[in-house]
């Protein structure tokens, strides 16, 4: 029988990652990616729960060693009380718990150049980089896609991974979601220091902002600040930016550098009320974007992906249309609700150490210290963050 036909598009980690789980079903995978070279280039980096871990480790994408997928095994939660000083708040320590890591951080630009290498050499994939999209019709049962150049393919599924923002979502879907800016402003860079065992991820709750301290390797942290928007433009300046990274790093570090430029991106919310139409499945953040304060973003891509992989697996080893309402539907009752609680969840604990009231704070310091003495909660947070909720 033919292989079914699907086409990728999109050049980010999503676009890539679809791409190689879905070359191992028996399909034929066209990826579209645009201009792939800023996301080579990027300095930010990303955080991995143990069981996306072990799904990617699966794909042998990579060899796997710590270089490039550097381990977290503890998680500290601090607030900055009066006279700026720090105060843990909250700890998991999964050495003394269970042999699970909390977290992996990986470099975008390494995985990135990791999966397009692998991309390049895969039979399976056809690569169209650059190739730019001018619009994407029904011709007979099919879905045909149309590239600038006039050049015209059928395919059998279309899954648009083309980020938040993307012309394409929304001139097909319109504006069907639920959407909100945050008014604030994500800065990313990465940090050199004395060498430590940095196995530790922290990150800190003050007011207006949240620092996050991610390890990537002895000498190296990367740090995502996100901060409101008017607050940033008071700062406004490089050396601004520096001088308060610094004051929250030598909590934990000495002779700081700083290694990379500074990354700057909108904060926001959205989730989408349409997974599909005709054919075309939304994937990655063009289906939902979460605050990156819980490191989540990427995480629940790949939950959707490995939903999306069994479900196509089983399809087409039975022969069955691959792009078919029913199928899309089957995904699309499985994430759906899972995404839309776990973006809402997200932006509660955003809401929750953000709010500045003096007697909220009290009563949500008192729950958080409740928690920091349960095994119990700690095991339920944990395992929440790492496989998201099953519903
Ligand atoms: C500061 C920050 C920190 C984060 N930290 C974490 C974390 O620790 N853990 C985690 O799990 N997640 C994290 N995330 C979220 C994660 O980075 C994103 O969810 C993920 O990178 C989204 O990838 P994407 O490929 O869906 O979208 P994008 O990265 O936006 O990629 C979309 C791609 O599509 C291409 N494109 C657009 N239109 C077209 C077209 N018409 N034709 C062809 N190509 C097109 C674009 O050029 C782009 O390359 C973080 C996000 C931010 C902002």
Redesign the pocket.
């Known amino acids: 029988m033919e292989k079914q036909k699907v086409c990728i598009?999109?050049?980010?980690?999503?676009?890539l990652i679809t791409a190689i789980a879905l070359s191992k079903l028996n399909l034929k995978i066209d990826l579209?990616?645009?201009?792939?070279e800023?996301?080579l280039k990027s300095n930010?980096?990303?955080?991995?729960s143990q069981n996306n871990y072990d799904f990617l480790k699966k794909l042998n994408i990579f060899k796997f060693h710590q270089k490039e997928f550097w381990p977290s095994s503890k998680m500290q939660l601090y607030t900055i009380e009066k006279k700026e000083k720090f105060h843990e708040i909250f700890e998991i320590d999964n050495k003394e718990r269970s042999k699970k890591q909390i977290l992996y951080m990986i470099e975008n630009s390494k995985i990135m150049q990791g999966m397009f290498n692998y991309v390049k050499a895969n039979s399976s994939i056809t690569l169209k980089s650059k190739?730019?999209?001018s619009s994407i019709t029904s011709n007979g049962l099919l879905k045909s896609v149309k590239y600038k150049n006039s050049e015209n393919s059928k395919y059998h599924l279309v899954i648009i991974?083309?980020?938040?923002n993307?012309?394409?979502v929304k001139e097909l879907f319109h504006n069907q979601s639920i959407e909100k800016s945050y008014e604030e402003v994500?800065i990313?860079t990465t940090l050199g220091h004395d060498s430590i065992k940095n196995n530790t991820a922290r990150q800190i709750f003050s007011g207006n902002e949240i620092i996050a301290f991610l390890p990537i390797s002895n000498k190296k942290t990367s740090i995502?600040w996100t901060i409101k928007k008017d607050a940033m433009y008071k700062l406004n300046k490089s050396s601004m930016f520096k001088k308060k990274i610094k004051f929250y790093a030598e909590y934990f570090f000495k002779n700081i550098k700083f290694l990379t430029t500074m990354e700057q991106?909108k904060v926001n919310l959205l989730i989408r009320q349409k997974y599909y139409q005709d054919r075309i499945l939304l994937f990655?953040?063009?289906l939902h974007?979460v605050h990156?304060l819980a490191?989540?973003?990427?995480?629940m891509?790949l939950r959707d992906l490995i939903n999306l992989e069994k479900t196509l697996k089983n399809k087409t080893t039975l022969g069955l249309d691959i792009g078919s309402p029913d199928v899309l539907e089957e995904f699309t009752k499985e994430a759906k609700p899972r995404n839309f609680a776990y973006a809402l969840g997200i932006d509660l604990i955003r809401n929750t150490f953000l709010f500045e009231k003096k007697n909220f704070k009290i009563l949500r310091n008192k729950i958080i210290s409740k928690a920091n003495k349960s095994n119990f909660t700690k095991d339920l947070f944990y395992n929440i963050a790492d496989e998201g909720l099953k519903l």
């Open positions: 598009v999109g050049g980010g980690l999503t676009g579209v990616t645009g201009n792939i800023k996301n930010r980096t990303v955080a991995i190739k730019i999209i991974c083309t980020g938040h993307s012309d394409l994500s990313t995502v991106k990655g953040d063009s974007v990156p490191g989540q973003g990427l995480n891509i």
